[in-house]
Every structure is written in C-alpha cells, then in structure tokens.
C-alpha cells in the first residue's frame, strides 16, 4: 500500500516509551504501518514541531450538554445539587431539534480535538422530540451524532442508551425524560438501525444503560440478551449518595454493589463515575475487570464526589477520562484535577504515582490511554504499529514543552499549562488541528453561535 505520509518526531512516547528521531509512516486507512527508530532525518517525511505523544480516548460523552455548558452557574431559591441542575438540562433538551444536535456535537468533537482527545465514546440518550414524539427515523438523533463525528474529524463510539423509568423499581419516566425512553424492542431495533451506518463510517457500535434507576434488571438482562453489536457496555453508577440511598431503599444492596451481584460486569463493561463505594465495592470493581470511567470536572461541578482513586488504582483497577457535560474539553483539566481531588481528600501529594520517584503526570496517562482504549472499543491504542494514528503534538516552542523531556513533557503539560500547549492534532491520519485551530473553525464557531442565541 502507498502511504498516506511519513512524519519526523524529534520526541515521542512510543507504547513502549520515549523515543528520539522517530519517523512515522501512515498508510492510507489513517493507520501506523511502520515506526523506524534512529534516522537522522528523512528528505521524504513531515518534521513535526514538538513532542509527540497519542491522543487519549473520550470516554464520556452527552455532545447536547456543551450548549449549557456555564448556564448553571447562579445560584437558585433552592439548595442546588445534580438534580436542580437536571431540570436546567431537561429544559434544555426541550428545545432542541435534530439540526441543533449536529451542529453542537460539532462543536464539542472539535473542541475535544483541541484538548488532547482523538475519540469520543458518546453516551446517546437524547432520541426522541419534545414530549418524546417520534422522529420519522428512529435513528435520526444518532445519524446526527455519526455527522458530528465525521465532520470535525474525531473517532467515534456511538452507545444508544437503554432508560425506560425515572427512578429505582421501574417507576414511569417523567415529562422531562420523555425524549429519552424505549421499550426494550424497540430498543434493539435501533441498535440494528445503526450497525451499517457505524460500520461505513468506521465508527464503533456499543450500547449502554442509562442507570439502575433507569432500567429494571429484568429489562437490563433482556437487552444485554439480544443485543448483537460486540462493542462496550457502559452505565452510570453511584454518581450521587441520594442514588445510594435511594439503591439501598430499593434492593438492600449499595449500586456498585448491586451491580456487580446482578449483571456479567467484566471487561466490557465501563461504570461511569463509580463514586460512591465502599472499600469492599472499590476491590470487587477493580477486580471485575470493568474499566471506571471518570469525569473529575463534571464531577466536581455537580458536587458529586471524590472517586477512590488511589485506592481503585492499588487493586489494579483500570480507569479512563471522559469530558460528560463538557464544562471543560481538555486531557489536561481532567487528569489534574483527578490528581488534586486525591490530594485534597489525603492532604498528601502525588497521589497516583506508580511508585517512587515515577511521574505522576506519565502514570496517569498511560492508565487513561489504556482504560480509556478498553472503554471505546478499540483493539490497540498508544503509538505502535497497526494502532490509527492519533497523534497529539505538543507546541514545542511553548517554553515549559520545548525545555522539557521525557516524562517532564507531561507534568508540564497536564500541571502548568493545559490545552493551550496542544499545537497539532492528527486523528485517522489526517491532521485536524494545525496550531492550535480546528481546520473547519471558523464554519463551526458561526453555527454554534447561531443555535446558542436560539437557545437563549
Ligand atoms: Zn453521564
């Protein structure tokens, strides 16, 4: 096969470790065919500016959210927590059409380009109109998702979301989750819909479960039964105490614990904030081989909690990141502030280093890539030969990236700087991001702007 193009790295972090003067060959499926280490430079191939290191996995997504995003910052008549928040966000929901979708996930997947990522795991519950009216294509919410993708140029794991009820025992939704709701037919007709659509693109196929409030173990075991995509199950769990609370009313047992008693959690599986556990809940989770899919600034931002994170991570627990209601966009905030909610928790530093004198920047981020991978349903990640080439180059002329090596590359970045430091993104083979802008941004600001003074 010819290859698509050959880059000269000065500095990279191969999957298995730093290496200088590495050239690159990408072939025309967007893929690493070769990695040649030691040339002193190559007539033939692209010299990138700065260190390269792989684009990490997203893996959380509601692309709707990012239009809200700063909105629910004022300070209500009520004590505000997650679920006054929820009533801003059903609202929202209530007004926005097929078109509004798009053009917002557009906005979202290229902003997530700029801060690191170079896939998105989209958890996709938005499916129906106002009132839960139908649209003509039961998948037209999800085909717009795919759209989103394509456009900004990100990779992408589309999970339909499985949410029937409003709260733990099968309760009837409410007006505001009307948009959301499925029987379990109908259910798996839309992932069937959406198989072929996701294979053309080249876009992965999972399915995911909003929540143990959402859906009753009967319903859960029926989908898990029939489904057919062979991609990640996902579901919240334990984000807030109120739903620990509420889980214990119900079942008697805590949600992880319920979880991990009722349903074939293994390594296909991603729980989603996972929050709230007890030390026996943190091993069981670890060991299941789920990945724990974290969203520190989401979760900060609702007051949702503190992951155990040190303690998930010493019972060999795997984790990735993901951006959720996208009040932030970048790798950077969401490791730090990982890190720093640990230490602010212990009142100790370095708080998921590896081990003495490792890095904590490198730790967590082989962790997210790796978890993050799993989360998304992609066979190889890091960089290394047959893994799609997602590649982030990092501005070498930034004074703390360009005077910096090895595993220093990363603290800079992801403690003193931030997306910022992101100069170049390449997701497929194609360079989407060139000095810091998204190659369509100027089209994608102006419709963004458009639909956020809509929604206003
Ligand atoms: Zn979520």
Redesign the pocket.
């Known amino acids: 096969m010819t290859m698509l193009r050959t880059l000269f790295c000065p500095q990279i972090l191969l999957a298995d470790g730093w290496a200088a003067n590495v050239v690159i060959a990408i072939d025309g499926h967007g893929r690493i065919a070769g990695i040649e280490r030691g040339p002193t430079g190559s007539a033939h191939a692209e010299i990138v500016r700065g260190p390269v290191v792989p684009a990490q996995a997203n893996l ?1 997504s ?1 692309a709707f959210q990012r239009a809200m995003a700063g909105l629910a910052e004022q300070a209500g008549a009520t004590e505000d927590s997650f679920w006054t928040w929820r009533e801003a966000m059903y609202r929202l929901v209530a007004r926005m059409r097929p078109d509004d979708i798009e053009i917002v996930a557009t906005k979202l997947y290229s902003e997530l380009l700029k801060g690191g990522f170079g896939h998105v795991v989209e ?1 996709h519950y938005l499916h129906h109109a106002d009132g839960g009216r139908r649209y003509d294509d039961g998948a037209e919410t999800s085909l717009r998702i795919l759209k989103a993708a394509e456009t900004a140029g990100i990779g992408l794991t589309h999970l339909p979301v499985f949410y029937a009820h409003a709260g733990f025992g099968g309760t009837a939704p409410n007006q505001g989750q009307l948009p959301f709701v499925h029987d379990v037919d109908p259910f798996l007709k839309l992932l069937e819909r959406l198989a072929p659509a996701c294979a053309a693109q080249g876009a992965r196929l999972g399915l995911a479960i909003h929540s143990l409030r959402a859906a009753t173990p009967e319903e859960m075991r029926a989908v898990l039964a029939a489904e057919r995509t062979g991609g990640p199950v996902h579901i ?1 769990v334990a984000e807030q105490e109120r739903e620990v609370e509420d889980c214990l009313a119900w079942s008697g047992r805590r949600p992880v614990e319920f979880l991990l008693d009722e349903m074939p959690v293994d390594d296909r599986w991603c729980a ?1 904030h996972a929050t709230h556990m007890t030390p026996q809940e943190t091993a069981r989770l670890a060991r299941s081989g789920a990945v724990a899919g974290l ?1 520190p600034v989401t979760e900060a931002n609702l007051g949702d909690g503190i992951f155990p994170a040190a303690d998930f991570l010493g019972f060999g627990g795997a984790f990735g990141i993901g951006t ?2 996208h009040v932030a966009t970048s790798v950077a905030e969401e490791l730090r502030l990982l890190e720093y909610g640990q230490r602010l928790r212990d009142r100790r530093r370095n708080r998921l280093a590896s081990g003495s004198g490792a890095s904590v920047g490198r730790t967590m981020f082989d962790a997210a890539l790796s978890g993050g991978g799993r989360a998304a349903g992609l066979d190889t990640h890091g960089i290394s030969v047959g893994a799609r080439a997602d590649l982030v180059v990092l501005d070498g002329d930034h004074p703390f990236i360009g005077t910096a090596s090895g595993d220093q590359i990363l603290d800079r970045w992801l403690f003193a700087t931030g997306s910022d430091a992101v100069r170049d993104v390449m997701a497929s083979g194609q360079w989407v991001v060139r000095d810091g802008r998204h190659r369509d941004e100027e089209a994608i600001d102006r419709a963004f702007r458009d639909v956020l003074v809509k929604l206003a």
């Open positions: 959380h509601h958890f919240h989603i969203c959720d209601s």
